[in-house]
Nanobody, 123 residues
Framework: QVQLVESGGGLVQPGGSLRLSCAVA????????IAWFRQAPGMKREGVSC????????YIADSVKGRFTVSGDNAKNTVFLQMNDLQPEDTGVYFC????????????????WGQGTQVTVSS
């Protein structure tokens, strides 16, 4: 059973930084990808980034490119989302997700989700 647990959210002032972590458990293969999504109140869920464990490929949404980076520590089964120069529009609940059957970032069908971590950017 694949389990994802996010951590690292919080309250930060505009221009500040946070690093989110997604701890992954239950995969028996390295052929999987972890994506980050966010959802602001009243808004649709938005894909933010993806990290492919098998080859280290990364993808970043245009809306956060240049400010957010995604990385992984295979030894610790953890994927990180480094968020810099945070702005109020980055506020929302951030989720990590994966395809339980294994995938790359390009062919994932996300069917396993973490519980989410709240990020609030406010002065």
């Amino acid at each position: 059973q694949v389990q994802l647990v996010e951590s690292g959210g919080g309250l930060v002032q505009p221009g500040g930084s946070l690093r989110l972590s997604c701890a992954v458990a239950g995969f028996t293969t390295d052929h999987y990808a972890i994506a980050w999504f966010r959802q602001a109140p009243g808004m649709k869920r938005e894909g933010v980034s993806c990290f492919s464990i098998s080859d280290g490929a990364t993808y970043i949404a245009d809306s956060v490119k240049g400010r957010f980076t995604v990385s992984g520590d295979n030894a610790k089964n953890t994927v990180f989302l480094q968020m810099n120069d945070l702005q109020p529009e980055d506020t929302g609940v951030y989720f990590c997700a994966t395809d339980r059957g294994g995938s790359t970032c390009l062919d994932a069908e996300y069917d396993s989700w973490g519980q989410g971590t709240q990020v609030t950017v406010s002065s």
